[in-house]
């Protein structure tokens, strides 16, 4: 059964760090890219980064770029999404999501998400 487990989130204050944690089951990981999103309350889901399946390639949002690193261990089956310089605006669920092959593909499964508070 394809899973996708998400952790890592928490209360933050403005300035911290946080790292996230994908971790796939069900399927060939090291296969298909990996999609980051968030979603603040009344506001759409914004998508933030991308990371391919072997992890070549990576793209960021402009919201996020420079601060967030997204990377993977494809023997660990997870995919990493270091946040720094968090701020307030960060406030989200995050979501970690797999696509139907590389970063430009849609998604094909979603993870349950996992809340990040920044908040002094």
């Known amino acids: 059964q394809l899973q996708l487990v998400e952790s890592g989130g928490g209360l933050v204050q403005p300035g911290g760090s946080l790292r996230l944690s994908c971790v796939g089951s069900?399927?060939?990981?090291?296969?298909?890219?990996i999609r980051w999103f968030r979603q603040a309350p009344g506001k759409e889901r914004e998508g933030i980064s991308c990371?391919?399946?072997?992890?070549?390639?990576?793209n960021y949002a402009d919201s996020v770029k420079g601060r967030f690193t997204t990377s993977r261990d494809n023997a660990r089956n997870t995919v990493y999404l270091q946040m720094n310089s968090l701020k307030p605006e960060d406030t989200a669920v995050y979501y970690c999501?797999?696509?139907?092959?590389?970063?430009?593909?849609?998604?094909?499964?979603w993870g349950q998400g996992t809340q990040v508070t920044v908040s002094s």
């Open positions: 990371i391919s399946g072997r992890g070549s390639y990576t």
């Open positions: 069900g399927f060939a990981t090291w296969y298909y890219a």
């Open positions: 999501a797999m696509t139907n092959n590389d970063c430009s593909d849609s998604v094909r499964y």
